[in-house]
C-alpha cells in the first residue's frame, strides 16, 4: 500500500468511482497558447453527470454508511452540483436525500430556478427544503440540524454534510486520493491551476500532489471569495485536514496560492473573461466547461499566462471539475442558443 492509502485507510469509502478519470494532452491549445497543456477530466467522474462532488462524496457517504444513516441532509446553491450529485449518491445506497437550496445568485431568471441541477435533483427523488440566506453557513448548517432533529423523533437517522468550517474535512479527502491518482499519471508538470470555492478540492488537491512528492505551484482560482479571503479559508481547511488524516501539513502557508483575476462579477456570474473561455475551448477543443466554475479556472489560467506567472514552454495541468448540468440553467445568462450559432 502507498502511504497516501495508508493515510486514507482509516476513513470509511464509498465507492462511487469506477476508474480514474482520463489524463488527456489538449493539443490544439498547447500549440495556441505556447504550453504544454494538460487536462485532467474530473467532469468524467462518472455518477450523474459526474464532476469533482463524487470524489468528496466518496468519503461523506463512506461515514455516513458506517453510521447506518437513512437521509443524507446537505446545503447549497439553487445550482449546486454537490447537492445533485448528493443526491445520486444517496439514491446508489439506497438512502434519501434532503437538499437545502440557498439564494446565493438573486436575479437570476426561469430557467436558473427550474433546469440543470434542479430539474436533475427532481428526477433524483430529492427531498426539498430553502434558505433565505446565501451567505450564512452556520444559520444554513443550523437549519439542517432542526430537520436532522425531526428526522430522528420519526425514528430515521440522518446524516449532514456541514457547509461552514470547524467540521473534519471528509470531503477534501477525496481529492488527496485525487492528487495522488493524478500524481501517478502525469509525474511532473510545473503548475496546476484548479478551482477553489468551498476549498475541499483546491486544499486535497494541494495535499494529495505534495504528499506524492510534487513540489510544482498549485493555483487556486476564486470562484466566490476574494484571493485574500479565499486563502485565509484554505489555511484553515488544510491544517484541520492535517490534523484529520494525523500528519504535519505537507506545505507552508507560502504554498497555498489564490488568484481572483477571474472571479468577476462574483460567484455564479459568467462575465466576459469566463465567457469566452467557455467558448475557446469548446472551440479548440470540443471539451464543455461549466459558467460557475470550471470556465473561471481555465479564464484563470489564461490570466495568469497573460500575467506571465505560468509562462510559455511550462507543463501546465488544468483540473476540469465538471458542473455541466448548469449550462442549460445559464443558457439565457450566456446568451448562446439563439440557434444562429455563435452570437
Ligand atoms: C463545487 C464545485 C467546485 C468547487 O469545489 P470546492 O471543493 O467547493 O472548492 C468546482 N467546480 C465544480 C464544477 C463544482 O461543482
Redesign the pocket.
Known sequence: MSRIDTLLSPFPRASLLSQPTPLERLNRLSQELGLDLWIKRD?LTGLSFG???TR?LEFYIGAALAARADTILIT?AVQ???TR?AAAAAAKYGMQAVLQREERVPGMDPLYHRSGNVFLADILGADIMSYPEGEDEAGADAALEARAEQLRAAGRTPYIIPLGLGHPPL??LG?VRGGAELAAQIGCFDAAV???????????FLTGVRLAGITAPVY?IC??RDARQQKARLEQVTAELARLMNIPRPFSGGGILTWDGALAPGYGRAGGTARAALQSMAAAEGILL?P???AK?FAGLLGLLEQGIIRKGQKVLLL?????P?LFAYQNALGFGSGAGAP
Do not use: C, E, I, W
Not at 484548479?194 to 486535497?204: C, N
Not at 476540469?320 to 455541466?324: A, E, F, Y
Open positions: 467532469d464532476g469533482n462532488k468528496q447549497g449546486s452540483n454537490f450529485t470531503g477534501a481529492y484548479v478551482p477553489s470555492g468551498s476549498g475541499a478540492t483546491h486544499g486535497g487556486g470562484v466566490r461549466d460557475v466554475y470550471s479556472t476540469h471539475t465538471g458542473g455541466l448548469a
